[in-house]
């Protein structure tokens, strides 16, 4: 097995598992707030004074975000680029679902780092394997 067959391979287990959706799988609609976003790719800007910033790719700022976990959920529930993000009703439940996502995605990480070292001996290529799995399921951990 190559390296093209190896990242085809995990792409089909994960589709074929079903992968968890950002909030909806953690969350139910109802617990959620939409905020319109432009459809555009966001990242994080610059932490100001505890909050952090999120701007689109070309530094138009979108958001401010009360703390990093705010900042996180906001960008993960925007990464469908379809034009909204989500925050919980219940800020309190910020930091419990960033949690759950970001232990569901190690651990998706923990099994192809397993199955990596299995089929390639040196390992010397799991970080970019992995990412490029990530890049094609549109994955992102903060």
């Known amino acids: 097995m190559n390296e093209k067959l190896f990242v085809e391979k995990w792409i089909g287990k994960i589709q074929s598992a079903g992968i968890k959706h950002f909030p909806n799988y953690f969350l139910d609609d109802t617990q959620l707030v939409i905020i319109p976003i432009p459809i555009k790719t966001l990242v994080m800007g610059q932490e100001f004074f505890g909050s952090f910033e999120i ?3 070309d530094g138009a700022s979108v958001y401010q975000a009360a ?6 959920f906001f ?3 925007s990464r469908e680029r379809n034009g909204k993000a989500y925050l919980p009703k219940d800020k309190s439940l910020i930091k419990t ?3 759950s ?5 190690d651990d998706l ?8 070292k299995s089929n390639f001996s040196d390992g010397k290529n799991l970080f970019a394997v992995s990412n ?3 890049q094609k399921l549109n994955l992102i951990r903060y």
Request: charged share 30%; net charge negative.
């Open 55 to 57: 701007i689109t790719t």
């Open 67 to 72: 703390n990093y976990d705010e900042a996180k």
């Open 75 to 77: 960008l993960y529930s």
């Open 97 to 99: 679902t960033v949690n």
């Open 101 to 105: 996502y970001n232990k569901y995605l």
């Open 109 to 116: 990480l923990e099994q192809i780092k397993k199955d990596y």
């Open 132 to 134: 490029e799995i990530f």
